[in-house]
């Protein structure tokens, strides 16, 4: 027979449409995938650190207040003690919780990117200040620069299963605060359409970058219709102490419409204390004195409570990203902002290991597990970071992508109903093929039901060898050389880009 009978809907059809790729909502994984699951403290244990929280607030209160917050604050009800500090009374704190926004959409750069933090859906992505990259070659570290971040976001671009891109380095080479600010805000902006995050030194800065901001969104007040990054503002020096200019960054942002991070990221034993129920008031503390300001100045202004109560080492004073310790109250940070109704962040995927290996594979799966289990809508610092978060590795983005997706998979569980219990399904096998391999239900459900790594290895030993005998950080080096080759974003205009490199000082090489 030379007729060709293959139809649109046989292999062909069906390969082709793999290659291709689903739908976002049809994917086995996707952003906003619910959490919750695990609850490590109780709704008692809850009460009690909200209650000592707002104890602290109302008797301790927070020291170097800056006057825009005194303002707003004594006017609604509280005060100023003796030693300067700024008294919360629990009304004044309970109110800024009912006025806060309880949802919000962070926007990407192209809208079908963004993201919406609300209930206890879950997105993963990057942070850090570190200052360090990973050279795969030689394994050796080198300082981190404009260019690293930019590459980095471009990385971070082509991979699924990481939702936002958060500045996950230091652009070292920049000359002063303003340089690498603007820098900072650009290289990421220009690198990835993801929702993005940034940070700012000066309050002056603030309103340069949402400058630079419109004219890569097509002109002024662009930005503020559509706000694709979100501050990531470290306003505490714990404990209770606020940090002055983040401080006054804060109101900047809130001026510019700019979503805030309220980053509190006390180090237990050390800028908090041991006990971790102790380490995770005293952030609860922080991250509300901070909400309150925000509100009060702006009611419902876009806030993540980003509790990052971190842990240190006893024995060394040194931090430990990847312990079980801090695997826990990252969770039960992203647990109690929940319970209180306002987005969550937390950070998780913090190896201390230096490089990829089994130390950080099992410090990043544990603490990215819980923390999405637990339900955090952010999940920060949970791709490509190493060493405590003093060094990054482009390798290590991509592996992680493969883990966050993994981790994303459980999060979904298991769909219990008629067509996936597949009663009738076992009946046409076992009066049929004797196997599942070729059913429908099978080749229908192979891309929707499951999730297929990118650069880990699921090949047998002999296939494995074959195949070079590679390491999956060899494996993740060919895909970072490969986008970096040849991955280069558009969504910023050409011509609007030489219209910011002309009126900021950009480090950043031309784009071809």
Known sequence: MTEDRRRPGGRAARVAARAAGLERDLRPVRPGLTGGAYRPLTERDMQQVFDTALDLLANVGMGSPIPAFIEVVTAAGGSVDDHGRLLYPRHVVERAIETAAKSWVWHGFDEDQSIELADNKVHFGTAGAAVLILDHADQTFRHSSTQDLYDLARLADTLDNIHFFARPVVTREAADSRELDINTAYASMLGTAKPVGTSFFQPEHVYEVVEMFDIAMGGEGEFAKRPFVCANNTFVVPPLRFAVESAECMVAQVRVGMPINLLSAGQAGATSPAPLAGSLAQALAECLAALTGVNLLSPGHPCVMGLWPFVSDLRTGAMSGGSGEEAVLAAAAAQIANWLGLPSGVPAGMADSKIPDAQAGHEKGLTIALAGHAGA??????????????????????????????????????????????TDVIKDVVYGAGHFLGHEQTLRLMQREYLYPMVGDRQSPDDWLDAGGLSVADRAHAYVTRVLETHVPMHVSRQADDEIRRRFPILLAGRP
Not at 386 to 406: K, R, T
Not at 408 to 422: K, S, Y
């Open 377 to 422: 809508n952010l999940v920060y610092e949970s791709a490509g970071m190493l060493a405590s978060l003093l060094a990054c590795s482009p390798e290590m983005l991509v592996i992680d992508n493969d883990l966050l997706g993994a981790a994303n998979r459980t999060i979904r569980g298991i769909e219990v109903n008629a067509d996936t219990l597949a």
